[in-house]
C-alpha cells in the first residue's frame, strides 16, 4: 500500500488588522504543526493573539526559498501536512512561496487554497476604479531606472497599474515614474487595515512632492487619458458635456454615441474613456 502524502495548506493572513483571519485558516494554523512562513517574527504575532501553540516553524525568505522547499517537500512525502504563509496577505503574490508550490505540483501533492486578504483586492475594492475590462498587477518594481522603464515602456496603455512599493524607496520610484509615464491620476492606499490607514486620490507630480512615507504602499496608476494626448479634445468641455448628458437619464452607450457624432471622435475611444475617468 502507497504511503499516503501530506497536504500543502497556502493560507492567507492578515494584511494589518489581527482581526482579518478567515475563521478556516484559524482552524488549519490551530490544527496544524510545521508551517512555513516568510516571517517568523511576524507570525508569532498571530499565533500568540490566537494561542495557536506548539508549531515548527520553517523560515522561507527568498534567499533560503529553493533549499528550504527541497526540506518542505520530503515532509510532505512523509505524510505531514504542512501550512504556507507570507508575512502578510497572500503567499506566492510578490512573495515567496510559488517554488515549493511548483515542487508540490510535480509530485502529486495534494494543495488546499484558504483564501483571504490581499492588498491588491483591498486596495482596488475602496478605489472607485471601474474593473469590467482588467488591471495590470507588477508587483514590486526592479530598483535600477532602465529596467524600471524597459518594463513600463512594454505595457498597454488603456489599464490600471498596480504596483507595491516599499516606504523607503517611495520617493525614488515617484521620481522615475514621473519620468517613464508622465504626471498620471493614482490612488494610494498606505497601511492598509492598520490605525494609520490612507486612501487618496491624487496625482503623481502631488504625490512626489511629499517628504515621508511610512507603511507598506499600494499604489494605483491610472491610465493616461487617450483623448487629452492622441485627439487634441478639451477634456474639461467633455466632461462637462457627460456630467449633462448624465443629468437627463443617458447610460454610458448612449453618451458615447452622440458624444461620438458631436466631436467627430472614434466611438471606441469615447466609451472606454468614459469607463475609465474616475472623476466624471
Same mark, same amino acid.
Given at each position: 500500500?502507497?504511503?499516503?502524502?501530506?497536504?500543502?495548506?497556502?493560507?492567507?493572513?492578515?494584511?494589518?488588522?489581527?482581526?482579518?483571519?478567515?475563521? =478556516?485558516?484559524?482552524?488549519?494554523?490551530? $490544527?496544524?504543526?510545521?508551517?512555513?512562513?516568510?516571517?517568523? =517574527?511576524?507570525?508569532?504575532?498571530?499565533?500568540?493573539?490566537?494561542? +495557536?501553540?506548539?508549531?515548527? /516553524?520553517?523560515?522561507?525568505?527568498?534567499?533560503?526559498?529553493?533549499?528550504?522547499?527541497?526540506? @518542505?517537500?520530503?515532509?510532505?512525502?512523509?505524510?505531514?501536512? &504542512?501550512?504556507? &504563509?507570507?508575512?502578510?496577505?497572500?503567499?506566492?503574490?510578490?512573495?515567496? %512561496?510559488?517554488?515549493?508550490?511548483?515542487?508540490?505540483?510535480?509530485? =502529486?501533492?495534494?494543495? #488546499?487554497?484558504?483564501?483571504?486578504?490581499?492588498?491588491?483586492?483591498?486596495?482596488?475594492? &475602496? *478605489?472607485?476604479?471601474?474593473?469590467? =475590462?482588467? !488591471?495590470?498587477?507588477?508587483?514590486?518594481?526592479?530598483?535600477?531606472?532602465?529596467?524600471?522603464?524597459?518594463?513600463?515602456? $512594454?505595457?498597454?496603455?488603456?489599464?490600471?497599474?498596480?504596483?507595491?512599493?516599499?516606504?523607503?524607496?517611495?520617493?525614488?520610484?515617484?521620481?522615475?515614474?514621473?519620468?517613464?509615464? %508622465?504626471?498620471?491620476? +493614482?490612488?494610494?492606499?498606505?497601511? /492598509?487595515?492598520?490605525?494609520?490607514? #490612507?486612501?487618496?486620490?491624487?496625482?503623481?507630480?502631488? /504625490?512626489?512632492?511629499? #517628504?515621508? !512615507?511610512?507603511?507598506?504602499?499600494?499604489? @494605483?496608476?491610472?491610465?493616461?487619458?487617450?483623448?487629452?494626448?492622441?485627439?487634441?479634445?478639451?477634456?474639461?468641455?467633455?466632461?462637462?458635456? &457627460?456630467?449633462?448628458?448624465?443629468?437627463? %437619464? !443617458?447610460?454610458?452607450?448612449?453618451? *458615447?454615441? +452622440?458624444?461620438?457624432?458631436? !466631436?467627430?471622435?472614434? /466611438?471606441?475611444?469615447?466609451? $472606454?474613456?468614459?469607463?475609465?475617468?474616475?472623476?466624471?
Amino acid at each position: 500500500m502507497q504511503k499516503k502524502t501530506g497536504t500543502l495548506y497556502v493560507v492567507s493572513l492578515p494584511i494589518g488588522n489581527l482581526k482579518d483571519i478567515t475563521l =478556516r485558516a484559524l482552524e488549519i494554523l490551530k $490544527n496544524i504543526k510545521f508551517i512555513a512562513c516568510e516571517d517568523t =517574527r511576524s507570525l508569532k504575532k498571530i499565533l500568540n493573539y490566537y494561542k +495557536c501553540e506548539s508549531k515548527k /516553524l520553517i523560515s522561507l525568505y527568498r534567499d533560503v526559498e529553493k533549499k528550504k522547499s527541497e526540506k @518542505i517537500l520530503e515532509l510532505l512525502k512523509r505524510g505531514e501536512d &504542512v501550512v504556507l &504563509v507570507s508575512e502578510a496577505g497572500t503567499p506566492g503574490i510578490s512573495d515567496p %512561496g510559488a517554488y515549493i508550490i511548483n515542487l508540490a505540483h510535480k509530485n =502529486r501533492i495534494k494543495i #488546499e487554497p484558504i483564501p483571504g486578504p490581499s492588498a491588491i483586492t483591498c486596495a482596488l475594492s &475602496v *478605489s472607485g476604479i471601474v474593473l469590467d =475590462r482588467g !488591471f495590470i498587477f507588477l508587483g514590486f518594481l526592479p530598483k535600477k531606472l532602465e529596467e524600471q522603464k524597459n518594463l513600463l515602456s $512594454n505595457l498597454p496603455n488603456n489599464f490600471p497599474i498596480i504596483l507595491f512599493i516599499s516606504p523607503h524607496q517611495m520617493k525614488k520610484t515617484l521620481k522615475n515614474l514621473l519620468k517613464i509615464l %508622465g504626471n498620471r491620476e +493614482c490612488f494610494l492606499a498606505r497601511e /492598509l487595515t492598520k490605525l494609520h490607514e #490612507e486612501l487618496l486620490w491624487t496625482n503623481l507630480e502631488e /504625490l512626489e512632492k511629499r #517628504e515621508n !512615507f511610512l507603511g507598506e504602499i499600494t499604489l @494605483i496608476i491610472m491610465p493616461e487619458k487617450i483623448l487629452d494626448k492622441e485627439l487634441k479634445i478639451n477634456w474639461d468641455i467633455l466632461k462637462k458635456e &457627460v456630467q449633462r448628458l448624465k443629468s437627463q %437619464g !443617458f447610460k454610458t452607450k448612449e453618451m *458615447s454615441k +452622440c458624444l461620438s457624432k458631436k !466631436f467627430n471622435l472614434p /466611438l471606441k475611444i469615447v466609451y $472606454n474613456w468614459i469607463l475609465t475617468s474616475d472623476k466624471i
